[in-house]
């Protein structure tokens, strides 16, 4: 198995543009997550679909936020207009189900400048 | 609100034991422990229901007290492989409110020769 797979690892954007994070979940997990790593929040939820279906987005910053999940193996976060507050390290994070751990990817360090 | 570590930080010397606090401020369904080295993705450790069990495998353990809503992760003989920064991650609520974690602040933990 080759884990949750998020692209790219790196992305260094000017501020106003369009960003777009990757993630492929591991094959039949049915929980997914994005996740936002900073010094100063530590890690916040971003939002959660359980089956392809968003369940929470209350952690979404504001509107400039949006993910999608079209289907069971592929999701994205975008950021449009980024700005340099965005810059942080996005994890995403599957699981098997409610008593399960999560297996995070190797996450996306965004910087916008 | 986030669920509170302690210690921030402790160092330790090969062999010595160390023990990670979590509490949350909410009833708790479940608690995960993670550990994330410098520059990659956290790592789950282990998961604990609500029951009071306690859980462990070869010298990491975890005890879950849910009157006390508080976690410990026991690191017993440490080794230079247990560096790196430890969240709990909680599920609130009887049912477990959803199938998010809210992690905790984080307890950085160096062990040196």
């Known amino acids: 198995d080759a884990g949750v797979i998020q692209s790219p690892r790196h992305e260094v954007t000017e501020m106003g543009q369009e960003v777009t994070l990757r993630c492929k979940p591991i094959?039949?997990?049915?929980?997914l997550f994005w996740y936002r790593q900073t010094m100063m929040r530590g890690l916040e939820l971003l939002i959660y679909?359980?089956?392809?279906?968003?369940?929470?987005d209350s952690g979404m910053p504001e509107d400039r936020f949006s993910a999608k999940m079209p289907n069971a193996s592929f999701s994205t976060l975008k950021i449009q207009p980024s700005e340099p507050r965005d810059s942080a390290v996005y994890f995403c994070?599957?699981?098997?189900?409610?008593?399960?751990?999560?297996?995070f990817g190797s996450g996306t360090r965004l910087t916008v400048v | 609100q986030q669920p509170v570590q302690s210690p921030q930080a402790v160092i330790l010397r090969e062999g010595e034991d160390a023990v990670i606090n979590c509490s949350s401020s909410?009833?708790?369904?479940?608690v995960h422990w993670y550990r994330q080295k410098h520059g990659e993705a956290p790592v789950f450790l282990m998961i604990?229901?609500?029951?009071?069990e306690q859980k462990g495998h070869e010298k990491i353990s975890a005890s879950f007290n849910e009157k006390k809503q508080q976690s410990s992760l026991y690191l017993t003989a440490s080794q230079l492989s247990y560096s790196g920064t430890y969240f709990c991650?909680?599920?609130?609520?009887?049912?477990?409110?959803?199938?998010?974690?809210?992690f905790g602040t984080g307890t950085q933990l160096k062990v040196e020769l």
């Open positions: 909410k009833a708790l369904y479940s």
């Open positions: 094959s039949g997990h049915n929980s």
């Open positions: 991650g909680t599920r609130a609520g009887v049912t477990g409110g959803g199938n998010k974690l809210t």
């Open positions: 994070a599957s699981s098997h189900g409610q008593n399960y751990g999560y297996t």
């Open positions: 604990l229901l609500k029951g009071g």
């Open positions: 679909f359980n089956n392809n279906v968003p369940i929470d």
